[in-house]
């Protein structure tokens, strides 16, 4: 019997294609080389294209073909492939790791077939006045022409089978087009042949084929085979066994639910699929409300005291989660979270699916379970709840200034724009007492106060952070100079790639501070945080920014927020518990810093 383990294993065994295209390619160099140098044949008829192209070119012509051989030079590959990377695992809505490993393993990949094949081949360049530089390798394939297929055709790649935009035939077209034209610029400056150049695209296409039949097969399948399996997209309907539960205090399945809905984070077609996985899971009476400037979480807090609420369900970001668990906080009432804002930071932190219609789904047929809410209050600002992070300083600067506009249009990487004009902000002066203990004195550029830890792209800020921990982790950050930021920055890379294992040190004991990459970073661990501010900071909670002040003072609710997961916060996506829960129980510590 076939299992889905093996299925899924089976693409991988492709990349012993490599060596064989590897040996390929050099027996073809080996051959182009020596049939040329008969001087007969068609081969013979390239010489004389090199020398007439040399003889008529012009400025015009020397310009544009030196534009075309820079963008696919090896600068301008690395380049726009590390940005390209970075783009595929930090926009939203969730890192895509498969695409960003595709794109840059098929342009390592072709450029390691590359300097193996010119190792053996050793074919002349044409004899003709060359207008670049002659690098120390043979003429067959072209590495411009090879980088550019693997770059721009991966990009076409991507673009034609991870996007539905009416236009990505037009754009993927204009990306194939780039290659030729890097070859024919390739020749036309007398740095190739044309059989050079061939032999690079079919080096770059093949490794397009066996590095997209490796890190690409079957994904997105899963969830287009679980949008087929009812008509409009939702799960089949819970069994009957599974509904209502009796006085005993079993969770229960059906009853009365208020979807609070954002307008742009949740559009018509996602609403639509909402209303239906909601009736069948069996919840008949809906009642929905938008949230607007005035009420961000729309009529909730009315239906709450009305009574005769079942689930609360927040379509919407990180801002309209906050405000839903503000609600309903202390109510017993569960809340179900639709993540489709810019960060979802909390349905990440919980292990939700990225899709919000699965994580809809996942979640209707999970348990209940008891999360910690984090409550801060300060001059000017009144006492006000938060599920994953509050900041003062740098980050509540970003989310300032970040513009609702290209929120809408570039997602996450719009805050990553607005932080770049804070980056020469001073150094804030700032007192923190934990636990009613002595004062510490510190400088800091921000200092982040969390119920769970992840950002995008999994940066783990917080890694001992816990939605349900009964406790609040407290990061300063305070880089000083280039190396300072050098530091931090390769302390959460390494946190975010080989986690749990990076970074290990001890946990931050009462009051007692870890300070790691060269006290760029400083931890602490508290039930109950106060901050004071030798001048007045910008303050922020969940993405929403709260205005500036000069005090903060933050605590902890330990399970004070019912929450309906698939699993238990922390839990390994294999287990899944329904029931309810009171959130007392406490899963294994996390990993240390």
């Not at 300097?115 to 067959?140: C, K, M, N, Q």
């Not at 695209?201 to 679980?226: F, I, P, Q």
């Not at 205005?547 to 927020?561: C, K, M, S």
Request: glycine share 12%; hydrophobic share 45%.
């Amino acid at each position: 019997m076939t299992t889905m383990k093996s299925r899924a294993v089976r693409p991988s065994r492709l990349v012993w294609l490599l060596p064989v295209q590897t040996a390929a390619m050099v027996l073809l160099g080996l051959w182009v080389t020596r049939v040329a140098a008969t001087g007969h044949g068609p081969l013979a008829l390239e010489d004389r294209l090199s020398r007439d192209l040399a003889t008529h070119r012009s400025p015009v012509g020397n310009a544009v073909s030196a534009g075309l051989s820079l963008l696919a030079g090896t600068e301008g590959v690395i380049a726009v492939t590390l940005v390209c990377v970075a783009a595929l695992l930090m926009l939203p809505p969730a890192p895509r790791w498969a695409e960003a490993v595709f794109l840059g393993a098929s342009v390592a990949a072709q450029s390691a077939v590359f300097l193996v094949v010119t190792s053996i081949v050793e074919r002349p360049r044409p004899d003709v006045p060359r207008l670049d530089g002659a690098p120390p390798t043979s003429s067959f394939p072209s590495g411009h022409v090879g980088g550019a297929v693997a770059l721009y055709g991966g990009l076409a790649v991507l673009l034609l089978m991870r996007t539905r935009s009416r236009r990505r035939y037009l754009m993927a077209g204009v990306l194939l087009l780039v290659p030729p034209l890097v070859g024919l610029s390739r020749i036309y400056r007398g740095m190739h042949h044309p059989s050079d150049v061939l032999g690079a695209l079919l080096n770059g296409a093949v490794t397009l084929m066996v590095l997209g039949s490796v890190c690409l097969a079957g994904r997105g399948g899963a969830e287009a085979r679980a949008r087929r399996r009812t008509p409009d997209g939702g799960a089949a309907a819970v069994p009957a066994g599974r509904g209502r539960s009796g006085p005993a205090g079993g969770l229960r399945r059906s009853g009365s639910v208020v979807v609070v809905r954002h307008p742009h984070g949740c559009p018509d077609e996602l609403a639509d699929r909402v209303r239906a996985l909601l009736l069948r899971h069996g919840f008949t009476d809906q009642r929905w409300t938008s949230t607007t400037a005035d009420r961000p979480c729309g009529s909730l807090p009315q239906e709450c005291g009305a009574g005769n609420v079942d689930l609360v369900v927040a379509c919407g970001g990180d801002g309209t989660v906050r405000v839903c668990a503000d609600a309903v906080a202390g109510t017993g009432i569960p809340l179900v979270l639709v993540p489709c804002g810019t960060g979802n930071l909390l349905a990440r932190n919980l292990g939700l699916p990225s899709d919000p219609a699965t994580a809809l789904d996942e979640a209707l047929a999970g348990g209940d379970f008891g999360i910690d809410v984090g409550r801060i209050e300060g001059d000017g600002l009144p006492p006000t709840r938060f599920t994953v992070m509050a900041g003062v300083g740098f980050d509540a600067a970003m989310v300032r200034d970040a513009s609702p506009a290209l929120k809408d249009r570039l997602g996450w990487a719009a805050y990553a724009l607005a932080a770049a004009r804070h980056l020469r902000d001073p150094r804030m002066r700032l007192t923190l007492r934990l636990d009613g203990g002595r004062p510490i004195r510190r400088r800091a550029r921000m200092v982040v106060l969390g119920n769970a830890g992840e950002l995008r792209a999994g940066l783990d800020l917080l890694p001992r952070a816990r939605p349900d921990s009964g406790r609040l982790e407290v990061v300063l950050f305070d880089p000083r100079g280039a190396a300072g930021w050098l530091a931090a920055v390769a302390h959460l890379a390494a946190r975010t790639v080989r986690r749990p294992a990076a970074a290990r040190v001890p946990a931050p004991g009462p009051g007692g501070p870890v300070s790691v990459a060269g006290g760029s970073l400083e931890y602490f661990s508290a039930g109950r945080i106060e901050l004071r501010f030798a001048r007045a900071q910008d303050r922020e909670a969940d993405g929403d920014s709260l205005g500036g002040g000069t005090r903060l003072t933050a605590g902890i609710e330990p399970g004070a927020l019912r929450m309906r997961l698939p699993r238990a916060p922390g839990a390994p996506a294999e287990v899944a518990a329904p029931g309810v829960h009171d959130g007392t129980s406490r899963t294994a510590p996390a990993a240390h810093l």
